[in-house]
Nanobody
Framework: QVHLMESGGGFKQAGGSLRLSCVSS????????MGWYRQFPGKARELVAR???????EYADSTKGRFAISRDSAKSTLWLQMNSLEPEDTGVYFC?????????WGKGILVTVSS
């Protein structure tokens, strides 16, 4: 069974930066899509950023220019660099991957941004 584990969340003041990591229990080369989602209380999960099937990146409008997604196959790791954090970025962040048509999710990690 493949597992995804997030780390790097925590508390930051507005304007600060955090880097989230997602480590996969197996190589990430086989994932057709891999990315980050977030969830606010009482809301559905929403896309933050992802690598698409052709290897290009896609960002939510609210994160463009502030967040950057990257990956390293050798380390089986996906990252999300979050800069210029805003209180509206507060939420639980999830790593996601498409494993041969089966969606995989990490357990999520909390990011809290104070004003």
């Amino acid at each position: 069974q493949v597992h995804l584990m997030e780390s790097g969340g925590g508390f930051k003041q507005a304007g600060g930066s955090l880097r989230l990591s997602c480590v996969s229990s197996r190589t990430i080369d086989g994932f057709t899509v891999m990315g980050w989602y977030r969830q606010f209380p009482g809301k559905a999960r929403e896309l933050v950023a992802r690598f698409t099937r052709d290897g290009s990146t896609e960002y939510a409008d609210s994160t463009k220019g502030r967040f950057a997604i990257s990956r390293d196959s050798a380390k089986s790791t996906l990252w999300l660099q979050m800069n210029s954090l805003e209180p509206e970025d507060t939420g639980v962040y999830f790593c996601n991957a498409d494993n041969f048509g089966i969606p995989l999710w990490g357990k999520g990690i909390l990011v809290t941004v104070s004003s």
